[in-house]
């Protein structure tokens, strides 16, 4: 049974940092990994997204480059999502997906939305300004 795993939510001040960290198992590898995120009351928007097998293809939102940045560590089956100089327009719960099928892995590198992407629990960030 595949479980995603989120942790390293909490609370900080604009401008300031948090590692957030999704650790996967029941599966042997997942080709390609994301964060999305969601406030209440609107739909999951992706944040940032790998090719776990080739580290240097990765795709950003607009909103987070030069701000963000994913990362994995195979060994440990866990990727990571740095996030500094956070804003408070940044507050949302994270969520780690991955890919359910051919299909859905396309989606995870496109930052597309499916709700049949296998998702963890997810993990809240909170920015006061």
């Known amino acids: 049974q595949v479980q995603l795993v989120e942790s390293g939510g909490g609370s900080v001040q604009a401008g300031g940092s948090l590692k957030l960290s999704c650790v996967a198992s029941g599966y042997e590898y997942f080709r390609r990994m994301a964060w999305f995120r969601q406030v209440p009351g609107k739909g999951r928007e992706g944040v940032a997204a790998?090719?776990?097998?080739?580290?240097?293809?990765?795709n950003y939102a607009n909103s987070v480059k030069g701000r963000f940045t994913i990362s994995q560590d195979n060994a440990k089956n866990t990727v990571y999502l740095q996030m500094n100089s956070l804003k408070p327009e940044d507050t949302a719960i994270y969520y780690c997906a991955a890919p359910y099928n051919g299909d859905n892995a396309r989606c995870i590198a496109a930052l597309i939305d499916r709700d049949n992407h296998y998702w963890g629990q997810g993990t809240q960030v909170t920015v006061s300004s």
């Open positions: 790998m090719y776990t097998e080739s580290p240097g293809i990765i």
